[in-house]
């Protein structure tokens, strides 16, 4: 009983916790300038034969100027017409804000859109109908072939 009120007694210095953003750079970040945003791009375009999907997000992303939810939310429908061709303009609506608007994309980035999805469309076993997401990627052929002999539709499954 007694080393209890002892340890009661005994008073310990207070530590200080130091702030989550110390030295770190916090608030609104300045945009990225138009020199930034060609070095950026032209490093994209050199990798667009191993991977074409980050040009695409990257192109669509700053012709658009939407957020990155609202970027990631697409699907090659919004951005194709019924016959699979990339349109230049598309209504969006905002998660964040709800409204709804009309965005534009420059023919470089449809020309990025349109490899992206007949990438993704080659590595799929089945040549059906186009990918429904813009930016998920597709299963691989053979992981395609054993998901159709479980369930023999005549679409393909992707993640």
């Known amino acids: 009983m007694r080393s209890k009120k002892k340890l009661a007694q005994v008073k310990t210095e207070p530590t200080r916790k130091l702030p989550w953003n110390r030295g770190r750079t916090v608030g609104q970040m300045l945009p990225l ?71 534009g994309i420059t023919p470089e980035t449809r020309a990025a859109i349109d490899r992206w999805i007949l990438r993704i469309t080659a590595h799929t076993a089945y040549a059906g109908p186009r990918p429904r997401s813009f930016t998920r990627r597709p299963r691989t052929s053979k992981a395609c072939a054993s998901c159709w002999d479980k369930n023999p539709s005549p679409r393909p499954r992707f993640i």
Not at 47 to 60: I, V
Not at 69 to 83: F, G, M, P, R, Y
Request: with cysteine.
């Open 33 to 103: 300038t138009r020199e930034q945003v060609r070095t950026i791009r032209f490093l994209l375009q050199a990798e667009t034969d191993s991977n074409p999907r980050d040009l695409a997000l990257f192109c669509t992303a700053i012709d658009t100027m939407l957020r990155a939810s609202d970027l990631l939310s697409l699907s090659v429908a919004d951005v194709t017409d019924h016959t699979g061709i990339v349109r230049d303009e598309f209504p969006v609506r905002q998660r964040k804000t709800g409204n709804g608007t009309i965005v």
